[in-house]
């Protein structure tokens, strides 16, 4: 069965903390993706990826980096967490050039910053 | 640029009533569209796709044709059931290109005994 794992699926933080959400994915896939969602504002996309050390910005990647040293690891890094971070992250992956085929998801990391 | 236009919710409905979650989308080229479904604490997981024009998605009972005279992706299921409760996502991707879809807001549905 496909997988793509998140390691945490809550965290609490205090505000100025570096933050790592980290996603696996076991299915070869070459696209990886970090969404936050939040109520009203459906999925929005912070970076993504379509090869390992290659890494896009999204609509709102100020306040996070990532990382993807290996191709089925895309870690999100909050450098200086803060409360308007407080969110639920989600990773995704998909295969191919371009985009007509199924993005599959983990299951969320849902992140409290205080 | 590419978009995809939900209709709001929360759509609450008894079980067992007739549901439609309408969805229209603009895109460059041809799209393929896409519904995805995320159960209350899950990560979302597509519930069906259509790749070109007059296709008809289905699974679980739920259904969708691509319309691209009307360019729209309606979601449909004949008789809902309360395990269905959850956020409806509509999508689109292009081929060639750009690796990222695109994404509705997304509809809650709250289905009654």
């Known amino acids: 069965d496909v997988k793509v794992t998140q390691s945490s699926r809550y965290l609490v933080k205090r505000t100025g903390e570096k933050v790592f959400l980290e996603c696996v994915q076991d299915m070869d896939h070459e ?8 109520p009203g504002l459906g999925l929005r996309l912070i970076y993504f990826s379509y090869d390992v050390k290659m890494k896009e910005k999204g609509d709102i990647p100020e306040g996070y980096s990532v990382s993807r040293e290996k191709k089925e690891r895309f870690s999100l890094i909050l450098e200086s967490a803060s409360t308007n971070q407080t969110s639920m992250y989600l990773c995704a992956s998909s295969t191919g050039q371009g985009f007509t085929g199924e993005l599959f998801f983990g299951e969320g990391s849902r992140l409290t910053v205080l | 640029g590419d978009s995809v236009t ?25 799209p393929s569209l896409f519904w995805y479904v995320q159960y ?23 259904e969708a044709t691509y319309r691209k005279e009307t360019t729209s992706f309606h979601l449909e299921k004949g008789s809902v059931q309360v395990s269905d409760s959850a956020v409806y996502f509509c999508a689109l991707g292009t081929s060639g290109g750009s690796y990222i879809p695109t994404f509705g807001r997304g509809t809650s549905l709250i289905v009654h005994p």
């Open chain 2, 6 to 30: 939900q209709m709001e919710g929360p759509v609450t409905l008894s079980e067992e009533a007739f549901l439609t979650i309408n969805c229209t989308y603009t895109a460059t080229g041809y």
């Open chain 2, 40 to 62: 209350p604490g899950e990560g979302l997981q597509l519930l069906l796709k259509a790749t070109k024009a007059d296709d008809k998605g289905s699974n679980k009972g739920f």
């Open chain 1, 31 to 38: 696209n990886m993706f970090w969404y936050r969602q939040d």
